[in-house]
């Protein structure tokens, strides 16, 4: 423990290192260094083998020395920190209150956390522990995943955007991920992809068909549930390959799968009324 007669000899001849005197653990080697009169190289040898030091990166060093010699400066950093995270959070959907952001800041700097390190922090304990649901970002991934008819977990997508938003992947690597999953998914379909066009972009003329055969509005269709997909995913039995159905087959399905309800649409109803209508004419006893 250094003695007050060491503290101030330290003061004194080593003004630089004064801040390091209200840490126990490295006040004892700048009394011992005053005392000694130990040269820069020794007293910096003397502190990297401490456990304080080689605890901290060098962000944390600069700040905890920062907190001790200029606490106003340090005070302005923390808001200036606290101030990006709080325009971060709500980029990506996520509300974090302005002592919370404090909060975090100063943590962050303590720790000497980088930008993506104190991004995931912020997600994980918003979206995470406090259950935020981060809209902007996950909302626009969701989307895109049903436009490649990919199902995904909202654990998958939690972590997606997660890594997007701290900027561990972007976009571009999400949207490459998509396009195999919807080839392993629907083998028939690799060649469009590849050529830019989505499984939502491939299954319109089918969608539009299921609309016009099932009274359906488009949006409940998901082209993810297999009762819709097995439109453009068969094997041909002939070949092996993987296919989709012609649209003349998938009306013929529509019309004849009861899992479709083809026979309690307006449709089919219209459809037999003219039926029976034709055969009354044809044998003469309609009017």
């Known amino acids: 423990m250094a003695t007050p007669e060491q503290m101030q000899q330290a003061r004194e001849l080593f003004p630089g290192y004064a801040w390091m005197l209200d840490i126990p653990e490295l006040a004892d080697i700048i009394g011992r260094a005053a005392e000694e009169r130990w040269a820069a190289d020794r007293i910096q040898g003397a502190l990297q083998g401490t456990g304080w030091w080689r605890e901290r990166n060098a962000i944390a060093r600069q700040w905890q020395e920062l907190t001790q010699t200029d606490p106003a400066e340090a005070t302005r950093q923390q808001n200036m920190l606290a101030l990006q995270m709080r325009q971060w959070a709500a980029s990506v959907g996520l509300q974090i209150t302005a002592d919370d952001a404090a909060y975090v800041a100063g943590l962050s700097l303590a720790r000497g956390a980088s930008e993506s390190e104190w991004k995931g922090g912020i997600y994980q304990e918003f979206a995470g522990v406090r259950g935020q649901r981060p809209s902007t970002v996950r909302d626009q991934m969701g989307a895109m995943a049903a436009q490649y008819a990919v199902p995904l977990s909202d654990q998958t997508v939690d ?4 890594d997007l938003a701290t900027g561990m992947v972007d976009m571009n690597m999400y949207e490459s991920y998509l396009r195999e999953q919807a080839k392993s998914l629907f083998p028939g379909l690799s060649n469009a992809i590849d050529r830019g066009i989505t499984v939502q972009q491939y299954v ?68 037999a009324a003219a039926l029976s209508q034709g055969l009354l004419q044809r044998f003469g006893r309609a009017a």
């Open 159 to 162: 972590k997606w955007s997660q």
């Open 204 to 271: 319109q003329p089918y969608a539009q068909i299921a609309v016009q055969e099932l009274g359906l509005n488009p949006g409940e269709i998901d082209w993810r549930d297999p009762k819709w997909n097995t439109a453009i995913h068969r094997v041909d039995p002939k070949t092996g390959v993987p296919t989709s159905m012609s649209l003349a087959d998938w009306t013929k399905e529509l019309r004849t799968n009861a899992v479709y309800g083809f026979d309690q649409t307006q449709r089919a109803q219209e459809q």
